[in-house]
Nanobody
Framework: QVQLVESGGGLVQAGDSLRLSCAAS????????VAWFRQAPGKEREFVAW?????YYAVSAKGRFTCSRDNAKNTVYLQMNSLKPEDTAVYYC????????????????????WGQGTQVTVSS
């Protein structure tokens, strides 16, 4: 069993940066695939970034967001630069110990563990 706790969200202005953290406890994190999703009010939860043997990003995040991990700290990070109002959402990290094909990275069902989310609000 893995417990995930996100932190680092907040209220920022357009163009600012934030770094989100996803800390894991319960199991060693190094063998887990970890992804970031977000959910804006009234919208479905959507894929943002994935950290495995390589990194994958949603089109909306590519070039602005960077996903990294520190296995020694059991933590995955999402560095978000040049934030836009449309990035406003609750951001969740999700993890799985199962093999995830490239075509399944963005699917919610590919992940067994979820954090409680952290709110990111970007004002214009």
């Amino acid at each position: 069993q893995v417990q995930l706790v996100e932190s680092g969200g907040g209220l920022v202005q357009a163009g600012d940066s934030l770094r989100l953290s996803c800390a894991a406890s319960g199991r060693t994190f190094s063998g887990y695939r970890v992804a970031w999703f977000r959910q804006a009010p009234g919208k479905e939860r959507e894929f943002v970034a994935w950290s495995g043997s390589s990194a994958y990003y949603a089109v909306s995040a590519k070039g602005r967001f960077t996903c990294s991990r520190d296995n020694a700290k059991n933590t995955v990070y999402l560095q978000m630069n040049s934030l836009k109002p449309e990035d406003t959402a609750v951001y969740y990290c999700a993890a799985s110990s199962r093999y995830t094909s490239n075509s399944a990275i963005a699917m919610l069902s590919s992940y067994d563990y979820w954090g409680q989310g952290t709110q990111v609000t970007v004002s214009s």
